[in-house]
């Protein structure tokens, strides 16, 4: 029997590999959402006893990573007219073959691992070993300063599905904390982006080369 | 294995006119009528009644071409379970088998472009030997999931009878995947758009057109009808995968079958019509997808069912 | 009381922000002057937290604590008389930050929940980028986005780090609070292999946060960057806000009995940082940028020393605190420099000695004390770590690292050498008159590290040996 919480992390294992091959920004900003919506509701599946404020902190995620950071990157781009195409450091076709590599290897690893904290589960350590690494590698992959900071936000939704086990502990009020933070994060990237644009009416973080050694 | 036979020989009749749906629906999106539905019949007799005309530097593989990948087309259609029921041949490890021998087919054309020694040709058939190792790399990919899943190295055992839906039942994700894997697969080794265009009149972006350009008469038919019945071929893969269902009833069974045929290509014909083709050099991308959706779904397969 | 001590920056930063000039400049000068207060009365009476879940006054936390209180205070009145010479276009926004950047690193120093200290690490990044941003120029726009993404992306690991620390516990079956200190009691349950993986995380998170190479390449960039006033608190706090994080879990590493694990690891970076820092600070040609890697060469020298233990803890603490006061006051003092020479780059200051001269006192005395001169804490603290490191044995690494030092101080000596006695451009006019908001606030800071030298209250002793106590540190 396959937990439902495993087709769901398929679908977000596809998204890696989806995300490696698109080009456009847009497509990955859809990626990513999709990618926080689904990782913000895998506690659900997860049997943890839901009290009140779990559920409201979920619906807070759900709200933050699946629409609000997501938007608000896509309506910066709308409003400054960027070009929707990346510059790449790695190419399309090597970054595919490299996801592919890395949803091997992700399984792999995690059975060493040997997790068994994950009630049934047997996707949530592999993709989240997946999205953490593959951020990673969008950040160093394409020198779209866009496409960094999307790389950004896919580490960190991996880090949270690794945290869904730890949500059970703590109190509510911190995960909120470090939410926010994940938050005002990406909000002041997204500003010093909107000056980027302004400065350069581009994005290729080649330019940024001034500062050296 | 009467019924086999007749299911056969249904298939390769009714080939044609399924194609031409295709152009039925590529009309219909253009807001114009189109042309009827029997127009590849019309088409193939007009052809056979004509003479063939052979350049003089052609060789008796110029001749042969036609006539081999419509054979390799036929024979392989041989081990095609069609709307569930066990096809006329059958052996453990004919996937292989078919895979070769599309191989050969397709060998055979490419050695007849060659032959004619145009460059356009050339430069068509290193296309149409370039996409195809993909392809071939995605379907050995769904090959290792399907063994994977059943064990046994025949078509008949992943399409006949009850299953593909007890595959579905065991590993639903990844069969999802495998039918995108295997609708991109039907796109690219029948030359549809967004990787070739079948109606364009440029050389230059053709790929598997410009290989027969020089063909003409009972041969371009010969090209022509196995071309079709190879979009069969594919489209009853992708068919059987969508509709696995087994209703115990067989006329029933094979009118379900009929209508998911028709909504592939349906389908193939709405992709055409919505879809751009794509740029020579985004091509191999494309059809890389289908590789990594192949093998993503193995890995996944290989996760789940221990 | 213990959280009072940064809300209270907290709510003046917010307010700053809706404030004129001057009104600002006040605020900020009364926040330094409560903190300070604040901080004093937190050492000597040493309260309990309202939330002791999330909060608790450490020995570590609390030798944090009074450096950022006092250096802090002293900016503030510096940064009175900076922001009317420096040309800055939206005061309130400087002054709010830093009120928000001084509350942050307050709450760094009194957090004792792991993911309480990881959101307080994470909002100083955040609260210092507009900052590193305030000349708004393409450079300083560069250096932000790297120091934000960078840090963010170095942090994120450090979470990473702090929930495999919890799935440590988990592994272990042990259920206490996720505190600091709770699982330092309990450090021997707890799942060794998670442990080992959560330290090596936190450490590379905070690890790019401290400065330490090879994730320090954000750091020359920023500190250089900055206004000098944002400079120092970043050089002078901010480092030992993020090696406190580290510290804290080298604390648990060593109470499971994995300090020998821990400690090379950190001696490993320790003196990748140290070999890093001598290689580029040869041939820098900013005067800002070169003392940006002397803070890379610092922050290696403490992770190295505590990486070492024992006595080399304890030197670590004492370069911890003597770094803090003298960088702060060198960033302060290139501060006038880039008044008066109106250039960053060291071929075009010269003749120092005589054109500022009270500068030149400032800036000579902070080389020294940098460097390792005799008279200033920093000599005893790399002294006790380099006695450390024969003493467990390392002769290699000890080889190593009094080799880097000396190429440091070659280099350092030669740019400041440059700086002070060589020869101006003949078009140099300084444009600027030392007053004394400019150049006392550095005495002070220098004054203190002196004094610390000679005569150590026996309260700040106590707290440093029950600090390193913890990680085997002491005589």
Redesign the interface.
């Known amino acids: 029997m396959i937990h439902p919480v495993d087709i769901l992390l398929t679908l977000v294992l596809l998204s890696v590999l989806f995300a490696f091959a698109s080009s456009r920004l847009p497509v990955l900003i859809r990626i990513l959402a999709f990618q926080g919506v689904v990782v913000s509701i895998v506690p659900f599946f997860l049997g943890h006893d839901m009290a009140t404020g779990s559920i409201v902190f979920t619906l807070a995620t759900l709200t933050i990573r699946g629409i609000i950071i997501p938007w608000s990157i896509y309506s910066m781009i709308k409003k400054m007219g960027i070009k929707r195409e990346m510059e790449t450091v790695v190419g399309y076709n090597v970054s595919v073959f490299v996801s592919l590599l890395l949803i091997v290897a992700a399984p792999m690893l995690s059975h060493k691992f040997n997790l068994t904290f994950f009630s049934g589960s047997t996707l949530i350590t592999p993709t989240a070993i997946t999205l953490v690494v593959a951020g990673m590698f969008l950040l160093m992959a394409r020198r779209n300063a866009i496409a960094m900071v999307l790389g950004y936000i896919m580490m960190e939704n991996g880090i949270y599905l690794v945290g869904t086990s730890f949500s059970a502990r703590t109190q509510h009020i911190v995960e909120f904390g470090i939410l926010l933070d994940v938050l005002a994060g990406v909000m002041i990237m997204a500003i010093m982006l909107q000056s980027m644009s302004h400065k350069y009416d581009n994005l290729d973080t080649a330019l940024l080369r001034e500062l050296k050694e | 294995m009467i019924k086999s036979i007749i299911f056969w020989l249904l298939a390769m009749l009714l080939a044609p006119f399924f194609s031409a749906v295709i152009l039925k629906i590529k009309a219909f999106f253009g807001g114009k009528k189109g042309p009827p539905l029997l127009i590849n019949y019309y088409t193939l007799i007009k052809l056979f009644k004509k003479g063939s005309v052979y350049s003089t530097s052609t060789t008796f593989i110029f001749k042969m071409g036609p006539m081999v990948s419509l054979c390799s087309a036929v024979t392989v259609l041989l081990f095609l379970p069609i709307a569930g029921h066990a096809p006329v041949v059958s052996f453990d490890g004919d996937v292989i088998f078919i895979l070769y021998l599309m191989g050969l087919g397709r060998f055979f054309t490419i050695a007849a472009a060659m032959d004619t020694a145009s460059p356009f040709e050339g430069m068509g058939a290193a296309r149409e030997a370039y996409f195809p190792i993909i392809c071939e790399a995605t379907m050995f990919m769904i090959l290792v999931l399907f063994y994977k899943l059943t064990g046994e190295l025949s078509l008949a055992t992943y399409f006949s009878g009850s299953q593909p839906a007890g595959l579905w039942h065991v590993a639903g994700a990844p069969l999802l995947f495998v039918s995108m894997a295997f609708f991109i697969i039907l796109l690219t080794e029948n030359s549809r758009v967004p990787v070739d265009d079948p109606a364009t009149h440029l050389e230059l972006t053709m790929i598997h057109e410009v290989m027969v350009l020089d063909h003409s008469g009972p041969d371009l038919a010969l090209i022509e009808l196995g071309s079709f019945i190879k979009l069969f071929f594919f489209s009853t893969f992708v068919a059987r995968l969508i509709c696995p269902f087994d209703m115990g009833n067989s006329v029933f069974n094979t009118a379900m079958f009929g209508a998911a045929l028709l909504l592939v290509y349906v389908a193939a014909g709405i992709t055409e019509s919505v879809m751009a083709r794509y740029r020579m050099d985004r091509v191999p991308r494309f059809v890389l997808t289908s590789f990594a959706l192949a093998f993503f779904a193995t890995v996944i397969t290989l996760e789940f069912v221990k | 009381m213990v959280e009072v001590i940064f809300l209270v920056p907290f709510i003046t930063g917010l307010a700053a922000f809706f404030l004129p000039g001057i009104a600002g400049r006040v605020v900020l000068g009364l926040t330094g002057a409560v903190h300070l207060l604040m901080s004093i009365l937190l050492w000597v009476n040493r309260p309990d937290a309202f939330f002791p879940?999330?909060f608790a006054v450490t020995p570590e936390g609390l030798l944090s604590l009074i450096v950022i209180s006092l250096l802090f205070f002293l900016i503030s009145i510096y940064v009175t008389e900076y922001l009317r010479e420096a040309d800055i276009r939206s005061e309130n926004i400087f002054i709010g930050s830093i009120l928000l950047f001084l509350s942050t690193m307050t709450m760094v120093t009194l957090s004792d929940?792991i993911?309480?200290m990881?959101?307080a690490i994470?909002?100083t990044?955040?609260a210092s980028?507009p900052l590193i941003?305030t000349h708004?120029t393409?450079?300083a726009?560069?250096?932000?986005?790297?120091y934000?993404?960078i840090c963010?992306?170095g942090i994120?690991m450090a979470?990473?780090g702090s929930?495999?620390l919890?799935?440590a516990?988990?592994?272990g079956n042990v259920?206490v609070p996720?505190s600091f200190s709770a699982l330092t009691g309990v450090a021997k349950q707890l799942d060794p292999t998670w442990l080992k993986a959560g330290f090596v995380f936190i450490l590379v998170g905070y690890g790019t946060k401290m400065g330490l190479a090879p994730m320090h390449t954000w750091l020359?960039?920023a500190h250089?960057?900055a206004p000098s006033p944002a400079s120092a608190l970043l050089s002078g706090v901010l480092l030992n806000c993020a090696y406190l994080g580290i510290f804290k879990t080298n604390k648990i590493m060593f109470a499971a009995g994995l300090g020998d694990f821990s400690g090379m690891i950190l001696m490993v970076f320790g003196l990748m940082s140290i070999i890093a820092a001598a290689t580029?600070i040869l041939?820098?040609t900013e005067y800002k940028?070169m003392l940006a890697y002397s803070s890379i060469e610092n922050m290696g020298i403490i992770a190295f020393g505590t990486g070492i233990g024992g006595i080399g803890a304890y030197g670590a603490i004492l370069c911890l605190l003597h770094h803090s006061l003298i960088k702060s006051s060198l960033f302060l003092t290139s501060g006038n420099i880039l008044f008066g020479f109106k250039s960053r780059f060291i071929g075009q200051t010269g003749n120092l000695v005589k054109l500022m001269p009270k500068t030149f006192v400032a800036f000579f005395a902070g080389f020294a004390g940098i460097s390792g001169f005799p008279p200033f804490g920093i000599f005893i603290g790399e002294l006790l770590i380099i006695v450390g490191a024969f003493r467990s044995g390392h002769y290699t690494m000890a080889a190593i690292f009094i080799l880097s030092l000396c190429f440091i101080f070659a280099g350092f000596a030669n740019h400041v050498m440059k700086i002070s006695f060589g020869k101006a451009p003949s078009d140099t006019r300084i444009a600027i008159t030392e007053k004394p908001c400019l150049v006392w606030p550095q005495y002070a800071l220098l004054l203190t590290s002196l004094v610390l030298c000679f005569w150590m209250p026996d309260t700040l002793y106590q707290t440093i040996i029950d600090a390193v106590a913890a990680i085997g540190g002491g005589f």
């Open positions: 879940e999330f929940h993911m309480v990881w959101i994470e909002a990044t955040l980028a941003y708004r393409a450079k726009l560069e250096a932000t986005w790297k934000v993404l963010s992306v994120a979470l990473l929930i495999l919890t799935l516990m988990d592994a259920n996720v020359p960039d250089s960057e580029f041939k820098q940028r």
